[in-house]
T-cell receptor, first 113, second 113 residues
Framework: DSGVTQTPKHLITATGQRVTLRCSPRSGDLSVYWYQQSLDQGLQFLIQYYNGEERAKGNILERFSAQQFPDLHSELNLSSLELGDSALYFC????????????FGPGTRLTVT | GENVEQHPSTLSVQEGDSAVIKCTYSDSASNYFPWYKQELGKRPQLIIDIRSNVGEKKDQRIAVTLNKTAKHFSLHITETQPEDSAVYFCAASIRSGNEKLTFGTGTRLTIIP
């Protein structure tokens, strides 16, 4: 157990809908990263937050957004869902924005039907 | 941006033999190279990492080597056991204030009893 928690574990929804994924970092970690893992794309970096502020953006679609709250938990919002958004979504945390080690949560499996 | 290539995509070895997985990266500024192990349906777990000021690092049956000149790094697993069966991902990042990981495409390692 890495200490990073994610909810929900599974999510099934229809195309066009909006969902919110939640992540709580390890105690003491200030930085949160979101990754998408799909069968044909591997693990792709989406976005990073550090102490409430956006720090880096990767291949995140405009339909997706994220934020980190004062208690350091983070939420990833996915809207206007398409079939291709079906994937495992992982968050990871690290102590600071320049800490090397990232520890992953158990992931949320999103299925869009 | 950074590009990480990983080979082979699948690898089968007899129990007790050694396994080697190789990765190359494109950005010479990359200075941190972790390896993650992912079992089916579970989170990626950090198993070993190496920084650019070190050429080799070992942890029990696992070792990682780094050749900065050639821009490649490798994972070596000796005396393989059935529980080593999993997908292994290499990654690279640059310490620049944000440490997004760029992942390789993964190697599915199967240990044959």
């Amino acid at each position: 157990d890495s200490g990073v928690t994610q909810t929900p574990k599974h999510l099934i929804t229809a195309t066009g809908q909006r969902v919110t994924l939640r992540c709580s970092p390890r105690s003491g970690d200030l930085s949160v990263y979101w990754y998408q893992q799909s069968l044909d794309q591997g693990l792709q970096f989406l976005i990073q937050y550090y102490n409430g502020e956006e720090r880096a953006k990767g291949n995140i679609l405009e339909r997706f957004s994220a934020q980190q709250f004062p208690d350091l938990h983070s939420e990833l919002n996915l809207s206007s869902l398409e079939l291709g958004d079906s994937a495992l979504y992982f968050c990871a945390s690290s102590v600071t924005a320049s800490s090397y080690e990232q520890y992953f949560g158990p992931g949320t499996r999103l299925t869009v039907t | 941006g950074e590009n990480v290539e990983q080979h082979p995509s699948t690898l089968s070895v007899q129990e007790g033999d050694s396994a080697v997985i190789k990765c190359t990266y494109s950005d010479s500024a990359s200075n941190y190279f972790p390896w993650y192990k992912q079992e089916l349906g579970k989170r990626p777990q950090l198993i070993i990492d190496i920084r650019s000021n070190v050429g080799e690092k070992k942890d029990q049956r696992i070792a990682v080597t780094l050749n900065k000149t050639a821009k490649h790094f490798s994972l070596h697993i000796t005396e393989t056991q059935p529980e080593d069966s999993a997908v292994y991902f290499c990654a690279a990042s640059i310490r620049s204030g944000n440490e997004k990981l760029t992942f390789g495409t993964g190697t599915r390692l199967t240990i044959i009893p």
